[in-house]
């Protein structure tokens, strides 16, 4: 039984990591100098998000997804992969 068992572990093991559910997520910091809130759409690995910009804050917001995903603005689109530095000023991004 000990012989069967060592042959079946390593099969055991990869079927828990195939069955296991990916989560990814892409995470941004950032600065934000204007004095209002920024909600925009975002587009993470096909599916569509909400991304919050505090007020006059800096701080670390997740986008849900795999990356890179693409922020909606209203002066256009912006591509932010895991981990970009971005700061935000009169409505646009500008990545660090």
């Given at each position: 039984m000990?012989?069967?068992?060592?042959?079946l572990?390593?099969?055991?093991a990869l079927?828990?990591?195939?069955?296991?559910?990916?989560?990814?997520?892409?995470?941004?910091?950032?600065?934000?100098?204007?004095?209002?809130?920024?909600?925009?759409?975002?587009?993470?690995?096909?599916?569509?998000?909400?991304?919050?910009?505090?007020?006059n804050?800096?701080?670390?917001?997740?986008?849900?997804?795999?990356?890179?995903?693409?922020?909606?603005?209203?002066?256009?689109?912006?591509?932010?992969?895991?981990g970009?530095?971005?700061?935000?000023?009169?409505?646009?991004?500008?990545?660090?």
């Amino acid at each position: 039984m000990s012989r069967l068992l060592k042959l079946l572990t390593p099969l055991l093991a990869l079927a828990a990591l195939h069955s296991a559910p990916a989560q990814a997520a892409v995470s941004v910091q950032y600065y934000n100098r204007d004095s209002q809130i920024h909600i925009w759409e975002a587009w993470c690995g096909g599916s569509r998000y909400s991304v919050r910009f505090d007020a006059n804050a800096s701080g670390t917001t997740t986008i849900p997804g795999e990356g890179p995903c693409r922020v909606k603005t209203p002066h256009g689109e912006v591509r932010l992969g895991q981990g970009a530095h971005i700061e935000i000023k009169d409505g646009k991004i500008r990545i660090q």
